[in-house]
């Protein structure tokens, strides 16, 4: 535990910047947000998506090559301790309900990201590349070595928050492929559910 930590716990007062009274904790909290690196303010705002948020999945059809989209329901649940995120997705394909889930556990170089649609799960470790702030939201962009369709890929996830509205989109490159190619995306709404 570093001082500020340590202050602020005690809850001693202070004054803020502007000289009214404030506790040290208050004034903590600005300057760590100041200093948060790049991985915590990612697990910070993975953090605050808590809820159910609705909209749709898109994506290419291995056989045609197509564009699909279908309605899709996220809801995602923080952990106490604000550790991981556990993501419940439902959507409906032609002709059946799917279910699946993800597991994402943030950490300084990234995330690991565990996923099921049924039996097998499968596990990434997606590098963090960049994320950037705004005022309404954030977009964090996200690299690594996945299995797509069968066989080994490059992937690249840019997760964009902008209010209420949430896009996750993975991008793969073969060794086929001269560039990164859309694979799928989730659109996404916060719902007042």
Known sequence: MNAIQLIAALGIA???????PATIGATASLIAQDEASPADILKTRLMSLDGVWEGQLEYRDFSSNEMVAIPLKRTFHASPGDNYV?????????????FGAQMIVPGESGLVI????????????MLLESVSEAATGFTA?????????????LARYTMTLDG?????QKDVKTRRDADYRFRNAFDVTRSAE
């Open 164 to 168: 209420d509205q949430l896009r996750f």
């Open 141 to 153: 962009i996200l690299h690594g070595t996945i299995i797509d369709a069968g066989e080994p890929a």
């Open 14 to 20: 202070a004054l803020a910047f502007d000289g009214a």
């Open 86 to 98: 556990i993501i419940e997705n439902e959507f409906t394909d032609p002709g059946y309900k799917v």
């Open 114 to 125: 565990a996923s099921s649609g049924g039996e097998s799960v499968e596990t990434d470790t």
